[in-house]
C-alpha cells in the first residue's frame, strides 16, 4: 500500500511552499517523503523534485509549437499527461515501496480540479495502483476577508469534493501573513444562523432565498471547514500531517516492532 497526497487550490494559495516546509518537517522528524511536480510550468523548486512531469511535457515547448497561450497549453500538457498515464507515470511510480508517501504538487488552474476530468482520471490510476490518496485543498487565508469570500471558497473547495471523491484536508495557508487573526477565525468554526444573517446584510433581498440555501450546503456538508496552517509553527505543520495521515490511514498496516528483551542465554 502507498499513500499520496494530491495538494490542489487556486493559483497563488501556497502549494509548493506547502510542499517545501511539508519536506523540511519531515525531514527533522526522519521521516521519508517524496514531492513530485505536477506543473508543467514550474521553474524553481524549493524541495527536491522525485518525480517531475517536464521530463514528459513542459509548457514552453506547447506554447512555442502548438502557439497556445498559458491556459490553452496548460490544458494541453495535462492532457497529454493523462494519454500518458499508463506509460510515463506508472514507469515513474515503478520506483517506489509499497509503503512510500509521495506527495503531488499541481497547479493552480481551478478547471483542473472541479470540472475538467483530468486529475479524477489521474486519481483513479493512483488508486489502481494501491495508492490510498488524500486532497489537500489550499485556499489563501488572507482571502478570507468577509463571509462573501468565505462562500466563494468553501463552494471552490465542495466543487473540487465532489468531482474527485477523496477524502478532503481544507487547509488556511498563509497564517503567518494575517495581522488580524480574529476576522480569520470566526470562520473556522462558523455558526450558519450568523453567517446567513451576515450574508444577508451584504446582498440585495432577492439573493435571500440562494443565500439561505448556500448556508444550508455548507452547514450540511460540515467537512467543508479549514485548517489554519502557520508555516512558522512546526506544531501546525505537524498538526496537519496528523490529520492527512488520518485520512489516508498512513501507518496503520505497518507491523508491530518488537524487541526481545530477554539476556542472551551462555553457552
Given amino acids: 500500500m502507498g499513500y499520496a497526497q494530491l495538494v490542489i487550490g487556486p493559483a497563488g494559495s501556497g502549494k509548493s511552499t506547502y510542499c517545501s516546509s511539508l519536506h523540511q518537517h519531515c525531514e527533522t522528524t526522519r521521516r521519508t517523503i517524496h514531492i513530485v511536480n505536477l506543473d508543467p510550468a514550474a521553474e524553481n523548486f524549493d524541495y527536491p523534485v522525485a518525480m517531475d512531469i517536464r521530463e514528459l511535457i513542459s509548457l514552453d515547448d506547447v506554447m512555442e509549437e502548438l502557439g497556445l497561450g498559458p491556459n490553452g497549453g496548460l490544458m494541453y500538457c495535462m492532457e497529454h499527461l493523462e494519454e500518458n498515464l499508463d506509460e510515463w507515470l506508472t514507469e515513474e511510480l515503478d520506483n517506489y515501496l509499497d509503503d512510500d508517501y509521495l506527495v503531488f504538487d499541481c497547479p493552480g488552474q481551478i478547471e483542473l480540479f472541479s470540472h475538467v476530468p483530468v486529475v479524477k482520471n489521474f486519481v483513479e490510476h493512483l488508486r489502481r495502483k494501491n495508492f490510498n490518496v488524500c486532497v489537500v485543498y489550499l485556499l489563501d487565508s488572507q482571502f478570507i476577508t468577509d463571509v462573501t469570500k468565505f462562500i466563494s471558497g468553501c463552494m471552490s473547495s465542495l466543487s473540487a469534493m ?15 501573513l494575517v495581522t488580524n487573526k480574529k476576522d480569520v477565525e470566526n470562520y473556522l468554526d462558523p455558526e450558519p444562523q450568523l453567517l446567513l444573517a451576515e450574508l444577508n446584510q451584504r446582498m440585495a433581498p432577492q439573493f435571500q432565498k440562494l443565500n439561505k440555501s448556500l448556508i444550508e450546503v455548507v452547514d450540511q456538508y460540515s467537512m467543508v471547514s479549514f485548517l489554519p496552517l502557520d508555516l512558522r509553527k512546526e506544531s501546525s505543520i505537524q498538526y496537519i500531517l496528523s490529520q492527512i495521515d488520518n485520512c489516508i490511514q498512513y501507518g496503520e498496516d505497518a507491523d508491530v516492532k518488537v524487541k526481545n528483551f530477554d539476556p542472551e542465554e551462555d553457552d
Fill in 162 to 176: 465532489v468531482q474527485l471523491e477523496l477524502p478532503h484536508v481544507n487547509i488556511l495557508s498563509k497564517m503567518d
